[in-house]
Every structure is written in C-alpha cells, then in structure tokens.
C-alpha cells in the first residue's frame, strides 16, 4: 500500500493519534498501582487480551491504531493527573463513585467530538472496570464461578453486604492498627467484609502482593492476580460487545477485511 493517495484528513488524523500517543505513553511509564508495576497482567496487557478474545469470539478485526489509543488510554489514569481520585480506581469503598465515573466516561467517549478522544475514554472506562476485580474483594467472593460483577449498577443499587474495596493511600488509614491486621486475617474470611481494609492488604495488581500472589482454592494453581485478570478481560471483552453497539466511535474501528478496513474506515473518523 502507499500513502500517495491518502487525502489531507487523513494525514491530519495520523498525526494527531501519532502525538496522542506519544502522550499517553509517556503518561504510561509513571504507573503507580493498579496492575501496573510488575504485574505480570497490568492493564495494556489485559485490554490487549480482551480485544484479542473479543476478535476471536466475534470474527471481527479491530484497527490496530484503535487498539493502541484504547490500550495506552487505559493505562493512563495510574499517571499523576487522575491518580488521587478513588472513583477512577474503584478505591476506598467508593464502589457507587467508581459505578457513577464508568456510566460519565462511556456517556463522554460516545459524544465525543473527535474519534481519538472518543477511544480514550474507552481505555479509562476500561481501567475502572479492571481495577474494580483487582481492588475489590469480588474475585475472593465468586472465586472460580466467573461470574461478572454488575459495576455498572453499583450507581444506582448498593453493592453486596459483604463487597469492599481498600483505603488508598495506605497512609491514610484512620486507623492503621485495623489495616495492618486485615494481613492476618485468614483466607477463609476474605470474601467478608474486613473493617479498616487497605488497598495494601486488598489488591490483586501483581504477584508480588500478598493476595495476588495466593493460589486460589480449587484454582488448578491459578493464584489471585492471574484469576482477578480473568474476571478483568471477561469484562473488558463485555464492554467491547456492548460499544460495539453503542459507541460510533468504536463501531468505526471494526471491520475486515483488515487491509479494506484500513483504507477505508480512516475516512470515517471525526476529526
Ligand atoms: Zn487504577
């Protein structure tokens, strides 16, 4: 294929996504929690696999710049600019703000002026919905059933009894004493509610975390960070059929074949 024939907006739209980019992957490398840092499942990794599952299921070819934009975008909010903010983490037992800020992110990118801009809140979307499973207790509660959680409800009906997430920053605890004995506390009692739980004690970013590094019961020797990521790239994969649907901006990222897609659909970004 050569470029001569690619028209002025297209050009436009390349160097746009091309600068994008460069933003978000310099965002990318201050990762500071949440499936990042030594993973091995952090969150490029699981939407990447998502939309790879997603492809699989559905015979359907996704543009790798799409893929790209979603995939950085998701990693983004670990950077400095949304890292205080518990709602876009699932943090502090805020699980009705995290529900609120995933319904306003999908609500943004579907408006979105811009298909870049579109594609982006994707990826944030996305990160609320990951880090809910590794945040939360939910993975310790539905163990191996799989069974999703319906985050996007949490806005409007109260989660379960027994569902919490960690307080973040550890430091903050109001009561260190209550935090540091939720390391003790042993595994049978992790999917009940633990008072003064941190995020510390709770998540399941990495292996290197004390939960995420637990086999899981009847797991085949699957640990708690690998089986959070499962639960985490089930519900991304859902996510991607439902925008497949809803959201124009990711309706114009599919296609096949990927050579027609590729030449053709660029032309139908909003700019
Ligand atoms: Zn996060």
């Known amino acids: 294929m050569t470029f001569s024939f690619l028209h002025g907006s297209y050009r436009t739209w390349i160097v746009r996504v091309t600068i994008v980019l460069l933003f978000l992957t310099a965002h990318s490398q201050k990762q500071i929690e949440a499936f990042g840092g030594s993973g091995p499942y952090d969150h490029q990794v699981i939407t990447r696999l998502a939309l790879e599952r997603y492809m699989q299921e559905h015979d359907v070819f996704v543009n790798p710049i799409c893929e790209e934009l979603i995939a950085q975008s998701a990693v983004v909010s670990d950077s400095s600019y949304h890292s205080g903010q518990d709602m876009y983490h699932c943090d502090n037992n805020n699980i009705a703000g995290c529900s609120y800020k995933l319904d306003e992110l ?4 579907r408006n979105s002026a811009t298909s870049v801009e579109g594609l982006q809140r994707m990826g944030q979307a996305l990160h609320i919905v990951q880090d809910f499973y590794s945040h939360s ?18 806005k409007d009906i109260p989660p379960p009894h027994d569902l919490q997430t960690g307080v973040y920053p550890d430091p903050i605890n109001g009561n260190p004493e209550l935090g540091f004995l939720c390391f003790f506390n042993p595994e049978s009692n992790w999917s009940h509610f633990i008072p003064g739980a941190t995020h510390g004690c709770l998540n399941k970013d990495t292996r290197r975390s004390p939960r995420g590094a637990t086999l899981v019961p009847l797991g085949g020797g699957m640990d708690y960070h690998r089986l959070a990521a499962e639960y985490a790239i089930r519900h991304s994969v859902q996510k991607f059929k439902e925008w497949e649907v809803t959201n124009g901006h990711f309706q114009v990222c599919l296609g096949r074949p990927p050579v027609a897609l590729f030449a053709c659909n660029m032309q139908k970004f909003h700019l």
Not at 106 to 109: A, Q, Y
Not at 137 to 154: D, T, Y
């Open 106 to 109: 999908e609500l943004e990118s």
């Open 137 to 154: 207790n939910w993975v310790e509660i539905m163990s191996i059933s799989m069974i999703l959680a319906p985050i996007e409800e949490f």
